[in-house]
């Protein structure tokens, strides 16, 4: 039966024919997608895929790999971009770290009065209220800032557009 199938030259673009019964090479499924092909080869690769599940399939699977090359590729910024980034992520990082040290400064400071209050002369009543009160600003102040550090990437190019 294998035997009686016709066996073609086994070159790129005339292989033994798959097994959904296509009778042309892989590459032209990519040329496809590509838009390179022949008027010809596109009909038959076009043809083709309207009634195999495998290799529309295929195609898909290709596709899908391209865009993540093509963002990949994207991701690098060209030539004209160079001179803007690094001034863009520095003033990101200056303001990313003075969040953090004044977070750090509040922190201490925060601990620093607690750790007085702590050990102090001051009644139950009394310590209960300003942990109370300060914990309550603490937790405002965080909760600020993870909205802030959120919003950060997209800031740069508001303050752009001013
Ligand atoms: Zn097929």
């Known amino acids: 039966m294998t035997d009686r199938a016709p066996r073609l030259p086994d070159s790129p673009l005339h292989p033994v024919v798959a097994p959904c019964g296509r009778r042309f090479a892989e590459e032209l499924l990519s ?8 008027q010809g080869d596109e009909q038959r690769v076009r043809l083709h895929l309207e009634d195999c599940t495998e290799c529309r399939a295929r195609v898909r699977e290709m596709s899908e790999l391209r865009e993540v090359t093509m963002s990949t ?5 060209t030539d004209d971009q160079w001179d803007e980034r690094p001034r863009g992520s520095l003033s990101l990082w200056s303001r990313r770290l003075g969040w953090i040290l004044v977070v750090a400064w509040l922190l201490g400071i925060t601990a620093f009065v607690l750790w007085e209050i702590a050990v102090g002369p001051q009644g139950l009543v009394e310590k209960t ?9 603490l937790l405002l102040f965080v909760s600020i800032l993870v909205d802030r550090l959120r919003t950060l990437p997209g800031d740069r190019y508001r303050g752009v557009s001013r």
């Not at 040329?31 to 022949?38: E, K, Q, R, S, V």
């Not at 209220?129 to 600003?137: N, P, S």
């Open 129 to 137: 209220l300003v942990f109370g009160g300060l914990t309550g600003a």
């Open 73 to 77: 590729r994207f991701a690098v910024p």
């Open 31 to 38: 040329g496809y997608l590509d838009g390179a092909l022949t």
